[in-house]
């Protein structure tokens, strides 16, 4: 599906983007995956080995996005497509609910998920629109921007800016469409990853989770639960699709999900 298509993903090195950079490779594509963490791109670039490259690079910076770009073209003779995965939860910082949410909790928040989406898409199109080449941009936002579950989930800065991922993307997707530049949104649930761990751990949340998305015997989501599609929109397979917002949830939005009561 992917033969010789030149790829980036930014937070590729763990969970869904790490587990999506072993898809694409399966598929013939040679892989660029950044990380903000050492120890994450050497363990990335053991799995990825000849097929991919791991890089480590700080997402939020202007400039780095373009870095990974760059060294696509350079390793493979040409970029193609990107898989924007990087973001995560911002409660280390202050973010909570809105009467408790601190204003750097909120700023960090939004420039981990949302400011980093905005530069490494506009480092793709700028390179898509300066080489007059066609390509394909898949965002990662989370159905907690839009399918809200209060009880458990209540960061109200990551809600917002998952929310805002899919504005944007539907907004590019509009404008540069004629461009034959594709955007589109893959928004999963709860998810088996690093960033995951506090609701893994908690037995109530888990009690929920397994109501909330009940498909396939309640479970958590993996990795992999995602591969497949994403290696769909960033091959040519997808060439007539754009602006899509596809929810990989196990259930969530249509399963009211229930809890034990103290």
Excluded at 185 to 196: G, K, N, R
Excluded at 197 to 202: E, H, L, P, S, T
Excluded at 247 to 261: F, I, T
Aim: aromatic fraction near 8%.
């Amino acid at each position: 599906m992917l033969k010789d298509k030149n790829i980036v993903i930014i937070g590729g090195t763990s969970g869904i983007g790490l587990a999506t950079a072993s898809a694409l490779i399966e598929q013939g594509a040679n892989v660029v995956a950044s990380g903000f963490d050492e120890a994450s791109c050497q363990q990335a670039q053991d799995i990825l080995q000849d097929g991919g490259i791991a890089i480590c690079l700080d997402a939020r910076i202007e400039g780095t996005a373009k870095k990974a770009i760059e060294r696509c073209v350079t390793e493979f003779g040409n970029f193609d497509a990107l898989f924007h995965v990087a973001g995560g939860s911002g409660r280390k910082w202050g973010d909570g609910p809105l009467h408790e949410l601190s204003l750097e909790g909120w700023q960090k928040t939004m420039d981990l998920n949302l400011t980093s989406l905005m530069l490494s898409n506009q480092a793709a199109v700028q390179h898509f629109l300066t080489n007059q080449t066609t390509g394909s941009i898949l965002n990662l936002s989370s159905v907690l921007g839009f399918s809200p579950a209060p009880r458990f989930f209540y960061t109200h800065a990551y809600a917002a800016a998952k929310s805002a991922i899919v504005g944007l993307s539907k907004s590019l997707a509009a404008y540069y469409a004629s461009h034959n530049i594709r955007i589109n949104v893959l928004a999963p649930s709860l998810v088996l990853t690093p960033m995951s761990q506090r609701a893994q751990g908690n037995e109530d949340i888990m009690q929920y989770v397994q109501t909330k998305q009940p498909l396939d015997g309640g479970r958590i989501g993996q990795p992999e639960d995602l591969t497949q599609l994403a290696c769909y929109f960033l091959s040519d397979h997808s060439r007539f699709t754009t602006g899509q917002v596809i929810s990989v949830d196990g259930g969530w939005q249509v399963s009211e999900g229930q809890w034990r009561k103290e």
